[in-house]
């Protein structure tokens, strides 16, 4: 898969292999007592990866649309395409994605420092 200068490399997203070693699989929150627990949902490193799964997947997807936008251009640029509206539809629809892309992990890098605010 080929990976466009704004989307980051998928190695980013193996979460499984940075969580294997912290306190998630024992059930406490990280950088917690060692008395306190998780309570609710007990399948934490299921829940992790389909969300890391579902992130990557979301991801991908934006980097699918970079790169359309990015070949529609050059064939527009060439000459093999004459019609300039796909081509600004694909490359608005690819800057959107991307702006959306970047507000959720915005929100996610904001509710990261929350939890880690509010930890004891």
Known sequence: ?????????????????????????????????????????????????????VLKDKLDDVNNQQIQADNSTKEF??????????????TEQAKQSLELAVQIRDKLVDAYQELNRTQF
């Open 77 to 90: 640029v060439e000459g093999d395409r004459t019609d300039i509206h796909n081509v600004m539809l694909d």
């Open 1 to 53: 898969m080929r990976i466009n200068e704004f989307v980051p490399d998928s190695k980013v997203f193996d979460f499984n292999k940075s969580v294997q070693g912290s306190n998630l699989k024992n059930g406490n929150i990280i950088g917690s007592n060692k008395n306190s627990s998780v309570t609710g949902d007990t399948n934490t490193s299921s829940s992790i990866s389909d969300f890391a799964s």
